[in-house]
Every structure is written in structure tokens, then in C-alpha cells.
């Protein structure tokens, strides 16, 4: 969902990673010295559920994602579209998003992420 609070078509959202991919481009003076490592996570909202499988087919398109971080598990939505993004494009999670402190960011884990979709406490 974007700021303006609609869902924002694919295609409009491929143009946007072009014009986003362009300006981080023009930033970056590539310097030999400094090898740079590109980690190029989508951070997902658990609770959009098929819609960021979308979204993150249009962003891997654009960046060549590397990784997830899927927000937003603490409260009604169960992230099952977690599932249907890496049927789609076998990426690697790196952290879920249990709560609204930065203490609830955990490391993903098969254990972390099948308790928070279930709704089980620790």
C-alpha cells in the first residue's frame, strides 16, 4: 500500500522501481577501494496479504532482491502470503516483525515464523 493509502498497480509500481533504481544508481561513484556488498531487502507487510506477493515480483524485477523482512505478524494478519512469495522467488527471510519495538524484530526462523502465523506466545 502506498502513502496515499491505495494499492498501487504493477505496472505503476515497475515504473516506480525504475525511477527509484535510477536515482540510487546516480548516488553510488563506484570506488575500486571499497568493494561494496549489495544487500537489497524488501521489508513486506504481513497483513497485505496476495498484494505483496505482487509488490515484491515488481521489486525483485527492478533490484534484484537479495532477501525479505516481513512486518507486521503481531496482530490479525497470519502472513501467508510469507509462503507464496518464496514459492515465487525462493528468497531468503531474514527477520520477522513480532510487535512496535525494535526488541520485536527477531532473527527468522522456521520456529519464530510458524509460531507468529499460528498466534502461539513464547
Keep these: 500500500m502506498g502513502r496515499s493509502g491505495f494499492h498501487p498497480e504493477p505496472s505503476d509500481l515497475g515504473l516506480r522501481c525504475a525511477r527509484a533504481r535510477f536515482l540510487f544508481a ?11 556488498v549489495a544487500l537489497v531487502w524488501l521489508v513486506v507487510d ?22 525479505l523482512v516481513v512486518t507486521k ?12 512469495i518464496w514459492c515465487e522467488l525462493k528468497l531468503p527471510i531474514y527477520f520477522l516483525g513480532l510487535g512496535e519495538e525494535p526488541e520485536d524484530l527477531q532473527p527468522f526462523t522456521a ?4 509460531r507468529a502465523v499460528c ?3 513464547e
Design 26 to 36: 546516480s548516488f553510488c561513484v563506484p570506488n575500486p577501494a571499497r568493494p561494496v
Design 46 to 67: 504481513g497483513s497485505l496479504g496476495s498484494n505483496s506477493i505482487e509488490q515484491a515480483k515488481a521489486f525483485h524485477q527492478s533490484f534484484g532482491l537479495t532477501g
Design 73 to 84: 505478524l503481531d496482530g490479525t494478519s497470519r502472513g501467508g502470503a510469507i509462503v507464496g
Design 111 to 114: 520456529r519464530n515464523c510458524s
Design 119 to 121: 498466534g502461539l506466545e
